[in-house]
């Protein structure tokens, strides 16, 4: 490019950053757990509105976290980011994480979405919930995680691997609410009512349940709502064929999950990190995430997506997320000895 069009171009430029201090070379790296197609347009409007860049390493949380810890100080990430509590309360607790200090995050976040120390911070909610085939169930016959465990369910229930972080986070809550017995005893009881060895994500549970194979699935709301809004003529057909179930209304509430991030000890670049993070918690992108991907805003200022409106407000488990960390281990062993696949 030419001098003399360059300086016009940069003047420009700055106009429409005032105040920001821009550098071409300003970019953040992004250690993530999430793997939503979403994301990479939430990282571009970033990126136009403040010229700097996100890259991205996806990987599953803990493999991020040996990943961090082996790389130290010279770990080019600025941001680990999860889709479930307990992977940033691992995190946070490995002495990967610096506080993050933000009035807007306080403002915006609810206290028990954010760690008390400021390690990190909600930027999206999931609720897991029972998906239904309404031919073959009737809402009465629906109320709580607990039953999905008993003999009346034999045969009828499918829900995937235990390897999953948003299945072993479950069992997590369950293990706090009712204790290790109780937990180890309705993994087994689950186990024993599935139709089929665990298999697939959870839309092809929701896909299960429409099609036949089972009349009640384990699934966060989010895949549903992918599925209500995709290209794809088959699975418009299944998401019309179920409804959604909020479990334990009349007790604790549901199990909710949290999508969160924190920045990283090592990062060089807390403040552009922490620019990232009030980005994503704008009124304006936690309603486009409720849009996009169809996890919940943590704004209760955000708007719902009409889907989420569809589905109505429900109580929520208030179980602090660390619980999903500390008892993830827990959690890991009565699932392979409960035999859940
Ligand atoms: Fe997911």
Do not use: C
Request: overall charge neutral; aromatic content about 8%.
């Amino acid at each position: 490019m030419q001098k003399r069009l360059l300086f016009p171009l940069l003047a420009a430029f700055a106009a429409l950053f005032p105040g920001g201090s821009l550098r071409a070379d300003d970019e953040l790296t992004l250690y993530t757990q999430r793997h939503y197609g979403f994301d990479d347009t939430v990282h571009q409007r970033f990126s136009e509105k403040t010229g700097i860049k996100i890259k991205v390493v996806k990987a599953a949380a803990d493999e991020l976290i040996v990943r961090l810890q082996e790389e130290g100080a010279n770990t080019p990430a600025d941001l680990y980011m999860t889709a479930d509590g307990g992977g940033l309360d691992r995190a946070k607790k490995a002495g990967l994480l610096q506080p993050l200090v933000s009035a807007l995050v306080e403002e915006k976040v609810p206290a028990h979405l954010r760690d008390p120390d400021g390690h990190w911070v909600a930027l999206t909610k999931r609720a897991r919930v029972i998906i239904y085939a309404p031919d073959r169930v009737k809402a009465g016959e629906l109320s709580t995680y607990e039953d999905l465990a008993d003999p009346k369910w034999r045969g009828r229930l499918v829900v995937r691997s235990s390897s999953n972080a948003y299945n072993q986070s479950l069992l997590a809550s369950l293990i706090e609410a009712n204790g290790a017995e109780a937990a180890e005893a309705w993994a087994a009881g689950v186990r024993k009512n599935m139709a089929r060895p665990p298999q697939g994500g959870d839309r092809d549970q929701i896909r299960a349940v429409a099609a036949g194979l089972a009349d009640v699935a384990i699934s966060n709301t989010y895949y549903l709502g992918l599925m209500e809004t995709s290209n794809d003529k088959k699975d418009l057909e299944a998401a019309a064929a179920v409804k959604i179930f909020f479990p334990n209304q009349e007790g604790r509430g549901t199990h909710v999950n949290i999508s969160g991030a924190g920045i990283v000890k090592a990062s060089k670049k807390a403040d552009l990190a922490k620019q990232f993070i009030e980005f994503i918690l704008s009124d304006e992108i936690q309603s486009l995430y409720a849009q996009g991907t169809f996890e919940y805003p943590v704004s209760e200022t955000a708007e719902w997506s009409e889907n989420q409106k569809r589905w109505g407000t429900f109580a929520t488990d208030q179980v602090p997320f660390s619980v999903y960390g500390e008892r993830n281990a827990e959690a890991v062993r009565l699932f392979n000895k409960a035999g859940w696949e």
